[in-house]
């Protein structure tokens, strides 16, 4: 759906033993993580791991699927569906049970390239316990015996749940707070933002080589009222044209925000149109309404544990940040 220099480390698959859980192969850039597993032909993927999107499993586009020459995959309730590729030994993706049915989704191509070949899912990473490491720039899914560092601070996620406990849809709501207030956000690890040439300026946000970095989503409506309350908050217009070129939208600086007992800041937001994040919107698929979303601009100071079994999150300060008062 987000450090100063680009950013592009590839994190090789390490045995097991060498560490609690399993290390994904991984590239990271500019505070988003894309899955980067070796498919049996010698084709690496890159996939955008997403805990704010995706209606599927996981997902290839369809300019991705196209050469490789999947097999259709019929699905009960519609879509696009396609055979499972096979991965080179030791450098697929973590065994997961697949949503629908055994396949993957293929989806249109994503305006603007941001997603690269695909998406691993918010069902994908619900069924287990995944951290984000992003000083070390490094995913892992964790071990069913996990449990969390003494130093981690951990928070509470809202989710859809069924009669049964179990998600109902897997988008986690996070409260933090701005200027003592909570408020509520989607965490959304995939929120993608595309600085203008003023945007980077004002900001100082590197970006990728096709242009995209990780950012944060406040609505308009938030974003007037914490401009009215805080006039010398910085307000930078025409900061992102992530829609395109006329469409460039504002982006405010917020001093200090605290998110799971830590301060940490400035964070700049970059403005959504409130009807994005409404009841027809990210809210109608969320256990209560959220008004944007925090991304990887604010996760780059921490080790970040998505803990969706115990439906929490779990920060532990690495750089930047300090316990909040």
Known sequence: MKVSRMIAALVVALPVAALAGTVVPTVYEQGHFFAAPTLASGKTLKLNVDTGGGSGFWFLTTSAAAPLHLAPVHCDGGGSFAATPAFAPGKGLPPMKPRVCDAISVNPDCPGGDMDDGSLSAWFLAQGTWTFDYPARRLTLEDKGWEPASEAHGVSLGFVENPHGDFGTPYPRITIKVAGEPVDFLLDTGATAHPTREGRKAMGTGVAANGFAAGSYITTSVMN????????????????????????????????????????????????????????GMSGMMDSEVHGSVGGNLFAHFRLVMDYPRRKAWFTCIEGCKAAK
């Open 225 to 280: 009222l914490w401009h009215d309350h805080h006039p010398d908050w910085q307000v930078v217009d025409n900061a992102d044209d992530l829609f395109g070129a006329g469409k460039a939208t504002r982006a405010i600086r917020v001093p200090s925000v605290d998110i799971a007992g830590w301060a940490v800041g400035p964070v700049w937001f970059t403005e959504r149109r409130d009807s994005a994040f409404g009841e027809d």
